[in-house]
């Protein structure tokens, strides 16, 4: 860890604590313009939450209070489901791959070597958590209009203490009956390798003279990130931190908080301090950003690299050091939504779906105001001649009772009931036409939430006929995020594994390989060497493969008829890709297991097996000779 201290009294810290504050407030500034009000608005939406009105508190009052039931505005989460449907595509195609991070080698690498990278990937993926954070990074696409995903290299280092009982010896002789307890503390290494984790949009700070999808071509990049105090004296006691004595913990980071009814961690406990006088919860940003070491005293390089500040509560630099990759790139990641790269900042899924979703409120709350307002008869009273209070009341069954000056006239003429229409029968119908139109803006259409249109049978072809033109706009969506995302990260991940995994370990082998080849593979940092590519997705849905099933087993009947072809292809591995595009993942326990020479060898030594080639027999039967008889001539 190349930690460099630098003195809080320092004209150094002085300076770059200044650089920090300058660029921050930039980077805030123009959150704050472009998309503090959308950020509020959209999360509102995905919790589908709309204002309370006056009258709408009043009601629900009523209603908890007295039990008067009435009317209170609804939102319709149409917008909602179709990002939720928008999200289940995503992950379908990203993360139901096998392995999801594929590789395929630049320079001619052999397959082996591409299934040990695989094999490491999956590794540091599925034991390092990093899936949930590739869930949410789809999820925040679709929600704010870009999603971020970090990751670092973490070196997890596993510390137990147990009680152990020595023997009691004089001069090298145990004591009989004599024990001597005592702790031992082992460390072991654990975890060895990338994890990912999520940067919230609103903590995301980068160079706005450069849209966010190019923040890797600005000059610096922050995250911010509220903190517990035990985090931070684990990093002082792994060389990490330092400064750390006078934190104050206030909650100095004028952070965007976006909706209010979303309760950020740790928010709350900001005044909050520990039984030893320490804050509870402390405000950190992560700096990154491109400097020249020898400009700053920090090194001799005379060249551009990027460095890493850790600044607590906005006032103290606690770390610095080389972010020392060899991929030279921020840790970061980030994938947008729409397809283009002038804006500073993407438009979001909800934020585009947000007026027409509104318009179906509308439509939907008139409606059942209408309805409720005709529910209720209005007449025309004549005070004179009929007792108001048995009008007012709200029980069923109207008993009116007259006024003496109405007795012997026409009743008619005291109370007349005004003939009512429901005028908003239409919204309906036309909240339709509204999800119809909602659908074509944001792609995911009826076929792809799963219900299919009216109209009769359907052949299984026209349903995937049809499914798959509905999939268009969101295959489009997936080629964009696996071109701008997906690749970057893959070849962040490999560079940074190529140059600090330093470990020799039996890992499980992923992908086809794994149907007919051995289990498991020796990854080490000299099978890691080379260059290699993330083999793109192609927005395909996995119930598409059934298709391509059904047209490799074609294939499959007529490759049998030309024997040039069969004896050009391996016939048991395409057996095997077409059971795995049909979802059969389990192949491969059937396969035939062939035993390795020296293990035949060896059961022949121990007399377990019997050689297959026989001493010639002489006195053999004739065709349709008794047996026993022996040859006939």
């Known amino acids: 860890m190349n930690v460099v201290k630098i003195s809080p009294d320092s004209e150094l810290h002085t300076r770059i604590l200044e650089i920090f504050r300058t660029r921050l407030d930039i980077a805030r500034d123009a959150q704050r313009l472009s998309r503090e009000e959308a950020w509020k608005t959209v999360e509102d939406t995905y919790l589908s939450y709309i204002p309370e009105r006056d009258v709408d508190v009043l009601r629900k009052s009523k209603r908890s209070t007295h039990g008067e039931i009435d009317y209170t505005t609804i939102t319709v989460p149409y917008s909602y489901a179709m990002l939720l449907t928008s999200h289940t595509y995503y992950t379908s195609v990203f993360l139901a791959r096998n392995p999801i991070f594929q590789v395929m080698g630049r320079h001619g690498e052999a397959q082996m070597a591409e299934s040990a990278i695989e094999a490491l990937l999956d590794y540091q993926l599925m034991s390092g958590g990093g899936l949930p954070a590739l869930y949410i990074w789809l999820l925040d696409v679709g929600k704010y209009g870009f999603g971020v995903v970090g990751h670092w290299w973490d070196r997890e280092s596993i510390q137990t203490t147990e009680y152990v009982e020595d023997p009691v010896t004089i001069l090298g002789v145990p004591i009989p009956g004599k024990k001597h307890r005592h702790a031992v503390t082992h460390e072991t290494i654990g975890f060895l390798g990338n994890r990912l984790y999520n940067v919230r949009p609103q903590d995301f700070y980068f160079d706005p003279r450069k849209p966010v999808q190019l923040f890797q071509e600005g000059e610096f990049c922050a995250v911010f990130d509220r903190v517990s105090w035990h985090q931070i004296e684990a990093g002082v006691a792994e060389g990490k931190y330092y400064n750390v004595d006078d934190a104050m913990g206030f909650g100095f980071a004028d952070r965007l908080m976006g909706s209010q009814r979303i309760e950020l961690p740790g928010d709350n406990l900001i005044p909050l301090r520990l039984e030893d006088g320490k804050p509870a919860m402390v405000d950190l940003h992560e700096f990154y950003m491109k400097i020249v070491p020898k400009d ?276 048991a591995k395409i057996f095997a890709f077409i059971a795995q595009l049909g979802g059969l993942k389990n192949v491969g326990q059937f396969k035939i297991a062939v035993a390795p020479d020296a293990a035949v060898q060896a059961q022949a030594q121990a007399g377990n097996v019997v050689p297959i080639s026989a001493p010639a027999r002489t006195n053999l039967n004739e065709p349709g000779q008794i047996p026993g008889l022996g040859p006939t001539g």
């Open 296 to 571: 700053f005293g920090l090194g001799p390089g005379s060249r551009q690299e990027i460095w890493v500040f850790s600044i607590l509560d906005g006032r103290r630099i606690i770390s610095a050091q080389p972010l020392g990759l060899n991929h030279g790139k921020f840790p970061f990641d980030v994938i947008t939504h729409e397809v283009g790269n002038y804006g500073l900042f993407p438009t979001s899924m909800l934020e585009t779906l947000d007026p027409l979703n509104k318009t179906l409120e509308w439509l939907l709350n008139s409606h059942f105001y209408n309805v409720r307002a005709t529910l209720n008869n209005n007449y025309v009273v004549d005070p004179s001649m009929v007792v108001m209070k048995d009008l007012e009341s709200p029980e069923p069954g109207l008993r009116l009772r007259l006024k003496p000056l109405a007795f012997g006239q026409d009743v008619r003429k005291a109370i007349m009931q005004i003939p009512s229409q429901d005028v908003t029968r239409g919204h309906l119908a036309d909240m339709s036409l509204v999800g119809e139109l909602m659908q074509r803006v944001g792609g995911a259409t009826d076929n792809v939430m799963g219900m299919l249109n009216p109209g009769g049978r359907r052949t299984a072809t026209e349903v995937r006929t049809t499914t798959t033109f509905s999939v268009n706009r969101l295959k489009t969506n997936c080629e964009w995020f696996s071109a701008v995302g997906w690749s970057p990260l893959v070849q962040k991940l490999i560079a940074s594994s190529q140059q600090l995994y330093d470990l020799e370990r039996e890992l499980r082998i992923v992908g086809d390989l794994a149907q007919w080849g051995q289990k498991y593979l020796r990854v080490s940092p000299e099978n890691l060497q080379g260059t290699y590519d993330f083999v793109p997705v192609d927005g395909t849905l996995p119930v598409d493969r059934f298709a391509q099933a059904n047209l490799w087993n074609s294939l499959l009947g007529t490759m049998s008829k030309v024997p040039q072809v069969m004896g050009s292809f391996d016939i």
